[in-house]
């Protein structure tokens, strides 16, 4: 009964962050199975189950605060289905050790730009509004249904920075398209991990605890991404990422840094990010009125 209550806190906590800032929810509930012994197959598929069910949810209360644009729903997330089933497929024989720094090299550098950008400049105005297009998506949903299937998440952390850094698409809503295709990717996912390993090793009442936080905390992730200045969310989402992947680096057989060396290495991260969001705050509320007329604008040209 304990464990089922500590993965019923870990799905609305998970959920709260993804549906706020556009991920986490299946990188926070995987290491949670892998560490009580879940094989990262059975893992996977456990979270992609939990995650039909709190991506619904989540993507109805994202549309009903006006923070989905259906059009790159359907360019991103068909896309991220058929890689998403065939990660999910492949995951038992795939090395996914090599992979992993490589990827959070990359998402690194995202990171550091969407953190950089915001936190410095706000939110990016030249491309707002313009239309993101298909041969920029296609293949990011490609890639980033494939990581989440195969690393037990990643939808998020390879989906919102991408279409952050283009500028094309404010950050409530490039959070709200990403949290509501991902529904699409866990429904392929999840059938992709009954071919590839069957029902037998998931279990039905971890799934059940995992989907009643997601439930929960979904509409209220979607209302505080309403209410949370762009250019706070920016720096926010920005720091996530590169702790995130930094972490990720630091104990990779790459670098392999001792504890020391870590911790030490997220104090300095922690620190800045709680500088960058100050500053952020602050920035916004001297320019809160330009902001809000800007953010108008843009909604007008996308609708």
Same mark, same amino acid.
């Given at each position: 009964?304990?464990?089922?209550?500590?993965?019923?806190?870990?799905?609305?906590?998970?959920?709260?962050?993804?549906?706020?800032?556009?991920?986490?929810?299946?990188?926070?509930?995987?290491?949670?199975?892998?560490?009580?012994?879940?094989?990262?197959?059975?893992?996977?598929?456990?979270? =992609?189950?939990?995650?039909?069910?709190?991506?619904?949810?989540?993507?109805?209360? =994202?549309?009903?605060?006006?923070?989905?644009?259906?059009?790159?729903?359907?360019?991103?997330?068909?896309?991220?289905?058929?890689?998403?089933?065939?990660?999910?497929?492949?995951?038992?024989?795939?090395?996914?050790?090599?992979?992993?720094?490589?990827?959070?090299?990359?998402?690194?550098?995202?990171?550091?730009?969407?953190?950089?950008?915001?936190?410095?400049?706000?939110?990016?105005?030249?491309?707002?509004?313009?239309?993101?297009?298909?041969?920029?998506?296609?293949?990011?949903?490609?890639?980033?249904?494939?990581?989440?299937?195969?690393?037990?998440?990643?939808?998020?952390?390879?989906?919102?920075?991408? $279409?952050?850094?283009?500028?094309?698409?404010?950050?409530?809503?490039?959070?709200?398209?990403?949290?509501?295709?991902?529904?699409?990717?866990?429904?392929?996912?999840? $059938?992709?991990?009954?071919?590839?390993?069957?029902?037998?090793?998931?279990?039905?009442?971890?799934?059940?605890?995992?989907?009643?936080?997601?439930? $929960?905390?979904?509409? $209220?992730?979607?209302?505080?991404?309403? =209410?949370?200045?762009?250019?706070?969310?920016?720096?926010?989402?920005?720091?996530?990422?590169?702790?995130?992947?930094?972490?990720?680096?630091?104990?990779?057989?790459?670098?392999?840094?001792?504890?020391?060396?870590?911790?030490?290495?997220?104090?300095?991260?922690?620190?800045?990010?709680?500088?960058?969001?100050?500053?952020?705050?602050?920035?916004?509320?001297? =320019?809160?009125? +330009?902001?809000? +007329?800007?953010?108008?604008?843009?909604?007008?040209?996308?609708?």
């Amino acid at each position: 009964m304990r464990r089922l209550l500590l993965l019923a806190l870990v799905g609305l906590g998970a959920q709260l962050v993804d549906g706020s800032l556009g991920m986490a929810y299946g990188v926070t509930s995987t290491t949670l199975l892998l560490a009580i012994g879940t094989n990262p197959a059975a893992a996977s598929a456990t979270v =992609h189950l939990a995650e039909i069910g709190t991506t619904l949810v989540s993507g109805v209360s =994202h549309w009903r605060f006006g923070n989905v644009d259906w059009r790159v729903v359907v360019k991103i997330g068909v896309p991220g289905a058929v890689g998403a089933f065939a990660g999910a497929t492949f995951l038992s024989g795939l090395d996914t050790a090599t992979a992993a720094p490589l990827m959070s090299i990359i998402l690194l550098v995202l990171g550091l730009y969407v953190f950089i950008r915001f936190t410095t400049l706000g939110l990016p105005r030249g491309n707002l509004g313009k239309p993101l297009r298909k041969r920029f998506l296609a293949p990011l949903g490609v890639v980033a249904g494939f990581v989440d299937a195969t690393g037990g998440g990643g939808w998020g952390p390879v989906g919102t920075p991408a $279409i952050l850094a283009s500028g094309r698409l404010e950050p409530r809503k490039t959070i709200g398209s990403i949290d509501t295709s991902e529904f699409l990717v866990a429904i392929a996912a999840s $059938i992709g991990f009954f071919v590839g390993i069957g029902s037998e090793q998931i279990n039905v009442t971890w799934v059940l605890a995992l989907l009643l936080g997601g439930v $929960i905390a979904a509409p $209220i992730a979607a209302w505080l991404v309403r =209410h949370i200045p762009p250019r706070v969310l920016g720096s926010a989402v920005g720091g996530v990422i590169i702790l995130t992947n930094v972490r990720t680096l630091l104990r990779s057989d790459w670098i392999d840094a001792p504890d020391a060396v870590r911790y030490g290495v997220y104090a300095v991260i922690y620190v800045i990010w709680a500088a960058a969001l100050a500053y952020s705050i602050a920035q916004y509320r001297g =320019h809160r009125d +330009e902001d809000r +007329e800007i953010i108008a604008e843009s909604a007008g040209k996308i609708s």
